[in-house]
């Protein structure tokens, strides 16, 4: 499909392009531009009609948006800018270099200029800078024919989110509850609308972390939510699909910094290979002087690596595995973290538990290769490989669970001492538990050393 559209668009054969794009989809079209050189994509989105145009324009990456806006007249510019709404305006004007915004804003009329203006003025990782101020409220006091009359006035809004939920408000625009338009319309005309509110409402205040605010949203299965001053009075409202993309975003942060890499803020084919190693390469320079660690562990127990050369067969699987428990304990807990299932309150809880998973899981590996190296090398040896597992196991699982609520709370992303920095600081502490039981426990074969 990629190829068909690429190859069109290089032969400049608009007949067969426009064909092309009749027969495919939104969706289709979004991702074959995306995939064409920056340069080619204006040709085949020329093609398109106006409102088709803009449906594939907010399907579109961010970036490509940009790139997309950089190659088009101002005309076509500012007819797909000023259809979108005042969020992802906002939202590109924000990315885009000074003098793409100033082209892009040239156009738009003063109450959408400064609607957007005004969004770019609250904080970056805030509810205020996803809301939308386009929304229809309703006074307390008015009756269900009231509302539907000044909806009918209001006339459409971009999405469904922000007519399905009305939020409701007092003479001086305080936020009393929301109501469902289905309500409204079944109720009886007369009908107050204070009395359809819910029984519980659920709002943020404007300068609220919008992760917080999106899932709030994702929890309790809302499909727009009030955004409020400090005053309580209604200034916006955040739909669930501008909800669901900062999620996804949050999700990609925590996945990427989980992965050892800083999430790459563009489509992973459009960056380029310099953009993709300086992202990576602060995480490995970290994770390789926290290494240090543990070469400077074996070279302390170097005496008692030759005395006992089969302690060296063993140390890829016992620090691999005492990583792999405190990696695992550590992503549980940052997903649950993430989702608001635990919190810092909660820390002597997930400690406790992560402890008892470690301990059983180390107890049972321990089972496992206490008879093949006992069977292979020496009782012994058996022995001190068995309470090794058990104790490192429980010493990552403890550590995997404890460390992300404090980071959180120190300030820190708990993505960033997720598995990967996780598994180095368990190596490092792995090996000296390792030495210290087989000095404990082979006293005789490293009484020299």
Not at 75 to 93: H, K, N, P, S
Not at 111 to 132: D, F, K, N, V
């Amino acid at each position: 499909m990629v190829t068909t559209l690429r190859a069109l668009t290089h032969d400049r054969d608009l007949t067969s392009l426009r064909a092309w794009l009749e027969e495919h989809g939104t969706l289709d079209i979004a991702d074959a531009l995306a995939r064409l050189d920056p340069a080619d994509r204006a040709v085949p989105f020329r093609l398109l009609t106006k409102d088709r145009a803009l449906v594939v324009f907010e399907a579109l990456d961010p970036l490509h948006q940009q790139q997309l806006l950089e190659a088009l007249r101002t005309e076509r510019v500012r007819e797909l800018f000023g259809g979108l709404e005042v969020t992802d305006q906002a939202r590109l004007l924000d990315e885009v270099p000074a003098a793409v915004a100033i082209r892009m804003q040239a156009g738009l009329p003063p109450e959408q200029r400064a609607a957007a203006a005004a969004l770019l003025g609250y904080p970056s990782e805030s509810a205020g800078r996803i809301m939308t101020p386009d929304f229809t409220n309703v006074r307390a006091s008015m009756t269900a024919a009231d509302a539907l009359a000044k909806l009918r006035r209001a006339g459409p809004r971009p999405t469904r989110a922000q007519t399905l939920v009305l939020p409701v408000t007092d003479d001086q625009r305080r936020l009393t509850g929301v109501v469902d338009l289905s309500d409204v319309v079944t109720a009886t005309p007369t009908t107050r609308m204070h009395e359809l509110v819910r029984p519980e409402t659920r709002s943020v205040r404007v300068d609220e972390d919008q992760e917080r605010a999106a899932r709030l949203i994702q929890d309790t299965g809302l499909i727009a939510l009030p955004v409020v001053d400090r005053e309580d009075r209604l200034v916006g409202m955040i739909t669930v699909d501008d909800a669901m993309a900062v999620v996804e975003a949050e999700d990609t942060e925590d996945f990427s910094r989980a992965g050892g890499t800083e999430p790459l803020d563009q489509p992973y084919l459009s960056a380029n290979v310099f953009q993709l190693a300086g992202k990576r390469a602060p995480w490995l320079l970290m994770l390789a002087v926290a290494f240090t660690l543990t070469v400077n562990v074996m070279h302390f127990f170097e005496g008692a690596l030759e005395a006992v050369v089969a302690l060296a067969f063993f140390i890829p699987l016992l620090i691999g595995t005492g990583g792999n428990s405190g990696a695992q304990a550590a992503t549980l807990v940052v997903r649950a973290m993430a989702v608001g299932e635990v919190r810092f309150a909660d820390l002597s809880r997930v400690i406790w538990r992560e402890t008892r998973v470690g301990l059983l899981l180390g107890t049972g590996l321990a089972v496992v290769a206490f008879p093949a190296v006992a069977w292979f090398f020496t009782v012994p040896m058996a022995v001190v490989i068995s309470l090794t597992l058990v104790c490192v196991c429980t010493w990552a699982s403890f550590a995997g669970g404890m460390l992300p609520p404090i980071a959180k709370r120190v300030g820190i992303d708990p993505a960033v001492v997720s598995t990967p920095l996780i598994a180095t600081l368990v190596d490092a502490t792995g090996l000296v538990i390792y030495f210290l039981i087989a000095h404990a426990v082979l006293t005789g074969e490293l009484s020299g050393v």
